[in-house]
C-alpha cells in the first residue's frame, strides 16, 4: 500500500513539475483523516498546521488517486467514498457504498474499489467510474483490512471476529482460501516482493506473517515491551518502507510504534508516541515516519534515521489514517 | 397462559429435535438456555420501567448472535453449534438433569437466580458428564466463593467486580465521602456487605449511612424523602443501593446538595452499555438492535460473551473433547474478545470471566474500571473481584 502510495506521489509531483504548475504540487505535506473533524487535517512536513479540508462523515482510511492529484477518504459515517481534491481544498465527488466504510484497497489500474463493509460482514468491489457495486465476497464477521495484490489477481481482508485472513479470487469473484491468524486480526502490510503479507492481531500483541505461495503463517512476530504488559500491546497500524527493509508498526494502547527489520523478522526498537498510537504513514523521501494518536488527537513525528520522535503535534479529533505526498 | 406457551414451546422443541439430521455433523454442540418459567423479571410491567442493569429480555437473541459469527470457522472444521431453550420451573434439579440429557446438552446458559444456580451445583454431584455452565444473569458473588463449583463460567461480572469498579472511580476522582442508603430487602443487605468492602478497599468514606422506604406516608418521612436522606453530613457522592431500582430510578437530581448518585441510580457499574463507541462495540450492539428493536444490556452481553467463549475455545481447538475445552476456558488459556478493548480470559481460581467493567449513566459511558493508574502485580483486571490469594472458592 505504501508503496503504491509513495510510487503515486512521486509521478503526481514530477508530472506537476514538467508543466512548471508547481502550486499542483503541494509537496511535502502530511494529510490526517480527523474522524469526528469530519475533515481531513493537511500539515506541514515538519507539523505546521495549513488547514482542514471538510469531507463527508467520520473519514477514515485514505488513499491517493488520479496521479496524487485527489484523495479518496472512507466515510464511516455517510455511507460512501468521498473523493477529495487536495488543490481545490473540498470534497468533489463520493461513490456511495453499503454502510460504514472503514479501510479499502484499489486494483492497481485504480478502476476498482474493494471496501470491507462491517455492517454487512462483506467485502464489496466497486466500479469507480460508473460507481456501481461490481461484486460482493462474504467474509467472517466485521472485515476490516483490505489489501489488493500488485497482480490484480487477489484481495485479502480480515475478520476480526474469526480470528482469520480472507483470501479473494477477483476473476472468480469468490473466497479460495482463509487463512486462520492471531486474535482481532486488522491492518495488512505487504513486502515488495510479495512474498510476505503482514497482518497485526490487535489482541495477540503480534505479527502474523503469512507465506503468501503456502498460503500459511510462517512466522508470528510478538512484540514485548519492558514494563509492559501483553494486554497492552495493541498492535493495529502498520507499513512496510518501499525497499522492504523495514516495517513500521503501531501498538495501540502501548503508545509506541516499533521499528521491525523484514528480513530477520526482529524488533530493532520501540519509539514512543501518543495515546494510543494507530494509523502510520511515511514521508515521500522515506526520512519522516508520522504516527497518529487516535486518544491523545495528535500526531507524533519520527526522524527514521535515528529512531527518535521529533516532536508532536495537535491533529483533529480522533485521527486516524496518515497520507503524504 | 404462560405456562401454557412454555408448554407449546418444549413440545416445539422436542419436535424441532426429533426432525435435526444429527448424525450428519462431525460434532453438533446443543446450548441449552435454561430459563425460569414465569421469571418475575420477565414480566411486563417489570419490563417497561426499564430499570439500569436490570436485563430487558430473554438471552436467546444475543447467544444466537454469536453462534453466527463463527459458524463459518467452526463449519470448516467440522463443528456446528445449536441452540435450544428451555423453561424450567425451578423446582426439581432431577427432572432439569433429564431434560439436560434428553436434549444432549453439552452446554448450559443459566439464566437463573441464586438458590437454583447452587440446587444445580449439588445435583452434578450425582452425574458422570456434567456440561460446561456458562451463568450468565447472576451477579451474587456466592456462587464465585463459597458456593462455587469447577464447572461454572461466570461471565456476567460479579457484584464484587461491579462494586469495585465503583470504588475505583470514586477513589479516582477523589471524591470520598460517602452518603450510603440501602433498601428494605434482603437483596440490598447483600449488595450493602459487598459495597461497604469496596469503600473499605478503596480508601472511601461513609460519613453517614440510612435506610430507605418506598412510601408516601409522611409518618416515614425520614426514610423515604430523598431530600431529608441526603441534607447531611457533607459528602461528595449520594450512593444508593437498591435491588428493585425504583427508588434509586427517582434519586438523581431530587437531592438535597448538588451532588451526583452513584450505584443502583446515577453512575451505574455495568457489563455493557450501548453508548460505548470502541472496540468494535457499536457493530454488536447494532447487530443486536437490529434482531430485537432493544438495546443490547448487560445480562444480553453475558450470553453473547458466553456463548462466544465457547465458540472461540472450539474454533482454537477443533478436535477437542468438552472436558479438554473447559479446561482451556478455565484455566485461562483461551484469549477472548470482547469487544471491551482488551482480551479477556476466565480465572482459574473461580471461573469468573475478568473484564473492564463501564461506568455509565442514562445517555452515556462516563469512563471504564479498572481506571487509569491501578496497580497490580499480575493482570489490572485482576483489581476488579475477587483475586487469586483472597478467593474463597475451594471446589476450583
Not at chain 1, 215 to 224: A, D, G, I, S
Request: some cysteine; glycine content about 6%.
Amino acid at each position: 500500500m505504501q508503496f503504491m502510495t509513495t510510487y503515486s506521489t512521486l509521478s503526481r509531483c514530477a508530472a506537476a513539475l514538467i508543466l512548471a504548475a508547481s502550486a499542483q504540487c503541494t509537496w511535502a505535506e502530511v494529510f490526517v483523516s480527523s474522524e469526528k473533524d469530519n475533515a481531513i487535517v493537511v500539515l506541514h512536513n515538519d507539523g505546521t498546521f495549513i488547514k482542514n479540508i471538510p469531507t463527508c462523515k467520520r473519514p477514515r482510511h485514505m488513499q491517493w488517486v488520479n496521479a496524487g492529484q485527489q484523495i479518496m477518504v472512507a466515510c464511516g459515517n455517510s455511507d460512501q467514498i468521498g473523493m477529495v481534491d487536495v488543490a481545490a481544498g473540498k470534497q468533489v465527488d463520493a461513490l456511495p457504498t453499503s454502510e460504514s466504510p472503514e479501510i479499502f484497497a484499489l486494483s492497481p489500474d485504480g478502476k476498482t474499489a474493494y471496501v470491507s463493509i462491517e455492517e454487512a460482514s462483506q467485502m464489496t468491489a466497486y466500479d469507480i467510474a460508473s460507481k456501481k457495486p461490481v461484486f460482493s465476497v462474504k467474509t467472517g464477521a466485521e472485515p476490516e483490512g483490505v489489501l489488493a495484490t500488485p497482480d490484480g489477481k487477489l484481495v485479502y481482508v480480515t475478520s476480526e471476529v474469526t480470528n482469520s485472513v480472507h483470501i479473494v479470487d477477483v476473476a472468480g469473484r469468490k473466497q479460495i482460501g482463509m487463512v486462520k491468524v492471531g486474535k482481532r486480526p486488522r491492518r495488512f502490510a505487504l513486502t515488495p516482493n510479495g512474498a510476505e503479507l503482514w497482518v497485526t492481531n490487535e489482541l495477540s500483541a503480534s505479527v502474523s506473517i503469512i507465506n503468501t505461495a503456502s498460503r500459511t503463517v510462517k512466522h508470528t512476530l510478538m512484540f514485548e515491551i519492558a514494563g509492559m504488559r501483553k494486554n497492552d500491546i495493541s498492535p493495529v497500524g502498520m507499513l512496510i518502507t518501499p525497499d522492504g527493509k523495514t516495517a513500521w508498526v503501531a501498538l495501540g494502547r502501548a503508545n509506541h510504534v516499533a521499528e521491525v527489520d523484514v528480513a530477520t523478522h526482529t524488533v530493532r526498537k520501540v519509539i514512543l508516541a501518543g495515546k494510543r498510537a494507530w494509523g502510520v504513514g511515511l514521508s515521500s523521501d522515506g526520512s519522516r515516519l508520522y504516527v497518529a494518536n487516535g486518544l491523545s488527537d495528535d500526531l507524533t513525528i519520527v526522524d527514521v534515521a535515528s529512531g527518535k520522535a521529533l516532536k508532536t503535534v495537535p491533529a483533529g479529533r480522533v485521527p486516524h489514517s496518515v497520507i503524504t505526498n | 397462559m404462560a405456562a401454557c406457551r412454555s408448554g407449546f414451546v418444549r413440545r416445539l422443541f422436542a419436535w424441532v429435535a426429533l426432525l435435526l439430521p444429527v448424525s450428519v455433523w462431525a460434532a453438533s454442540w446443543q446450548i441449552l438456555v435454561v430459563g425460569l418459567r414465569d421469571d418475575p423479571r420477565y414480566e411486563r410491567k417489570t419490563l417497561e420501567q426499564a430499570f439500569i442493569g436490570k436485563p430487558t429480555g430473554r438471552p436467546l437473541v444475543a447467544a444466537q448472535i454469536a453462534i453466527d459469527e463463527l459458524k463459518d470457522n467452526l463449519q470448516d472444521a467440522g463443528n456446528q453449534l445449536k441452540l435450544q431453550d428451555l423453561q424450567w420451573d425451578g423446582k426439581s434439579t432431577t427432572e432439569l438433569l433429564a431434560e439436560i440429557n434428553k436434549r444432549k446438552a453439552q452446554v448450559l446458559l443459566l439464566d437463573l437466580p441464586l438458590e437454583q444456580q447452587k440446587a444445580l451445583m449439588e445435583a452434578f454431584a450425582k452425574i458422570s458428564t456434567a456440561p460446561i455452565v456458562f451463568n450468565i444473569s447472576e451477579s451474587n458473588d456466592t456462587l464465585r466463593s463459597t458456593s462455587c463449583h469447577p464447572h461454572w463460567l461466570h461471565t456476567l461480572p460479579s457484584e464484587r467486580m461491579l462494586a469495585d469498579a465503583m470504588a475505583q472511580w470514586l477513589a479516582a476522582r477523589n471524591w470520598r465521602d460517602v452518603i450510603l442508603l440501602v433498601g428494605p430487602e434482603p437483596q440490598d443487605q447483600a449488595l450493602r456487605a459487598i459495597w461497604i468492602a469496596s469503600i473499605k478497599r478503596f480508601g472511601l468514606k461513609v460519613k453517614a449511612e440510612r435506610k430507605f422506604v418506598l412510601s408516601g406516608d409522611p409518618r416515614q418521612r425520614e426514610a423515604s424523602n430523598p431530600k431529608l436522606l441526603t441534607a447531611e453530613p457533607a459528602h461528595d457522592v449520594v450512593m444508593v443501593l437498591d435491588s428493585v431500582g425504583e427508588f434509586a430510578k427517582g434519586l438523581p437530581f431530587n437531592t438535597a446538595l448538588p451532588r451526583p448518585v452513584v450505584g443502583s441510580g446515577g453512575l451505574v457499574p455495568l457489563a455493557w452499555h450501548t453508548s460505548w463507541e470502541r472496540y468494535g462495540a457499536p457493530q454488536l450492539s447494532h447487530r443486536f438492535q437490529k434482531l430485537t428493536n432493544k438495546q443490547m444490556a448487560s445480562q444480553d452481553w453475558a450470553s453473547w460473551m458466553a456463548v462466544k467463549s465457547f465458540a472461540t475455545a472450539l474454533d482454537d481447538e477443533p478436535k477437542a473433547n468438552l472436558a479438554q475445552l473447559l479446561h482451556k476456558l478455565r484455566s485461562g488459556q483461551t484469549t477472548l474478545d470482547g469487544f471491551k478493548g482488551t482480551a479477556l480470559s476466565f480465572r482459574p481460581w473461580d471461573g469468573q470471566l475478568r473484564q473492564g467493567i463501564f461506568m455509565a449513566h442514562g445517555q452515556a459511558v462516563a469512563g471504564m474500571a479498572p481506571v487509569e493508574g491501578v496497580l497490580h502485580p499480575k493482570e489490572i483486571l485482576d483489581t476488579l473481584g475477587a483475586d487469586e490469594p483472597e478467593s474463597l472458592c475451594k471446589r476450583r
